[in-house]
């Protein structure tokens, strides 16, 4: 079983076995067509294609959510067995490489009640770098039987977010990259700045330069001063990410607070850092 980070040769070993599931996450915020462009002209073979905002996401209310709220746990459980997975499946998400997109699944997964599920270090990028087999056919879609079992207990709701900013108690955190923490450059999000109390500690350090994986000491070193936490970022998408690394570093898991930023600001009375 895989339930952190699988490496691309030990993927490569499992391409058309049984009770294997594929996602492609491939996702670009300057143009969110250009992810399934990409997949439809190449792709692992046996992948369905995973969209951020219409597969990943729910709907977005105007002043009330952030950019990516959850979807209701019916719909994603219906979109899941479109795509014909089962409750026995090995689940494998990637992305164009640095993994904070298909974090995002990796977590829906999990908070599903579906461990058997990781993250192909280095994603598309190692994949090809590799030359590992692609293919730009189209999974078909199907049906299957899978059933979620919600844990709500990974979800960090707003109070609990309040109640950690204003006690400043070091157990609130933002995977954002740091120019953005600070405020100095904003381009999603129509207010700059953190939530207070928050510290920084962007997703992509638990990377090397060439996007792959720190070792698990490493990684832990980052968040060993960690209890009880929880994470957020922009859209509680890339804090998914500092979240695998917890798990992956065998440290405790924190919880998600899935509207993050974007949804903190929609609250004039909340305070900016």
């Known amino acids: 079983m895989f339930d952190t980070i699988i490496h691309a040769q030990d993927l490569a070993q499992l391409i058309g076995r049984d009770q294997l599931s594929i996602f492609d996450c491939r996702s670009f915020n300057d143009d969110k067509s250009k992810g399934r462009k990409l997949y439809d002209e190449s792709h692992i073979p046996g992948a369905s294609y995973a969209h951020l905002e219409n597969d990943l996401s729910g709907e977005i209310i105007a002043g009330v959510t ?61 994949w090809i770098k590799q030359d590992l087999p692609v293919s730009s056919e189209r999974v078909q879609g199907c049906s299957s039987d899978f059933k979620s079992h919600i844990n709500t207990g990974m979800v960090a709701p707003l109070d609990l977010v309040e109640k950690y900013s204003e006690e400043r108690n070091d157990n609130l955190t933002d995977a954002r990259a740091n120019m953005r923490y ?48 929880i994470m957020y970022c922009g859209s509680g998408v890339t804090a998914c990410h500092n979240i695998l690394a917890h798990k992956y570093a065998g440290l405790e898991v924190p919880l998600l607070y899935p509207g993050s930023w974007s949804e903190w600001i929609t609250d004039p009375e909340h305070q900016i850092g």
């Open 66 to 126: 952030g950019r990516h709220p959850l979807p209701a746990e019916e719909d994603f459980e219906k979109w899941l067995c479109s795509r014909c997975v089962s409750n026995d499946d090995q689940i494998i998400v990637y992305d164009q490489h640095h993994g904070g997109i298909a974090a995002r699944l990796w977590w829906m997964m999990n908070w599903v009640g579906h461990k058997n599920v990781a993250v192909l270090n280095g994603g598309w990028s190692e």
């Open 182 to 229: 600070h405020g100095i450059n904003e381009p999603l999000d129509p207010v700059g700045g953190h939530i207070p109390g928050a510290d920084s500690k962007q997703f992509i350090d638990n990377l090397t330069e060439q996007n792959l994986w720190k070792s698990k000491d490493e990684v832990g070193e980052r968040f060993a001063d960690k209890e009880n936490g």
